[in-house]
């Protein structure tokens, strides 16, 4: 079983250019997550989608959009991106909102130089 | 806005030693869940805590959700190496700044 997959792995990015991360469940879970974690910080929630159709804005969610058109995908863009978006990403999902169990991806490691 | 505190930040521990962290936050919790994250992966569920008061173990992990609703702690008896990673509390979708626990053999 996949769960939930993340592309891509790395990826290293100009200041300025824009970027999708992508990630696709296949255990139909309404719910879906985009998470920063930076050292020291934990995991940062950007945006979620409690189900498809629906998104909402987590705890860092500027420079950062989403959408939800299928319950499968949950594309995450950065439209024109800064230093500060170094980061690892992770995607995760759940069967219902927010106070349930999530799976994880393996996450995108991105560096913007 | 809600914040999630964990403490401690770093451990480092002998083998056979018992690790205790915990999480405290700024508002009441329906579930307080505590995940384990190893190097280059996601984190994954250890222990999922649903009622104030709840105790809950797995296998040598204990957590309990405590009765204000607004902590939670994590117990792990008799560490092994394979213990090593980084131990999050979270609740609402929001995590904790994690416990990175080192474990020498």
């Known amino acids: 079983t996949a769960g939930i997959t993340q592309a891509p792995t790395s990826q290293i990015l100009a200041a300025g250019r824009s970027m999708t991360l992508r990630c696709t469940q296949d255990m139909r879970h309404n719910a879906m997550y985009w998470y920063r974690q930076d050292l020291g910080l934990g995991l940062r929630l950007i945006h979620y989608?409690?189900?498809?159709?629906?998104?909402g804005k987590g705890e860092v969610p500027d420079g950062y959009s989403v959408s939800r058109a299928n319950t499968d995908d949950f594309p995450l863009t950065l439209a024109s991106a800064v230093p500060s978006q170094t980061s690892v990403y992770f995607c995760?999902?759940?069967?219902?909102?927010?106070?349930?169990?999530?799976?994880f991806g393996q996450g995108t490691r991105l560096t913007v130089v | 806005g809600q914040q999630l505190n964990q403490s401690p930040q770093s451990m480092f521990i002998q083998e056979g030693e018992d690790v205790s962290m915990n999480c405290t936050s700024s508002s009441i919790f329906n579930t307080w869940l505590w995940y384990k994250q190893d190097p280059g992966e996601g984190p994954v569920l250890l222990i999922a805590?649903?009622?104030?008061?709840e105790l809950t173990s797995n296998g040598r992990l204990t957590a309990q959700f405590g009765i204000t609703r607004k902590d939670s702690f994590l117990n792990i008896s008799a560490s092994i190496p394979s213990d090593v990673g980084i131990y999050f509390c979270?609740?609402?979708?929001?995590f904790g700044a994690g416990t990175r626990l080192t474990v020498k053999p």
């Open positions: 979270a609740g609402r979708g929001r």
């Open positions: 805590l649903y009622k104030a008061g």
């Open positions: 989608s409690n189900t498809a159709g629906t998104t």
């Open positions: 995760a999902s759940s069967p219902g909102p927010m106070n349930t169990e999530a799976f």
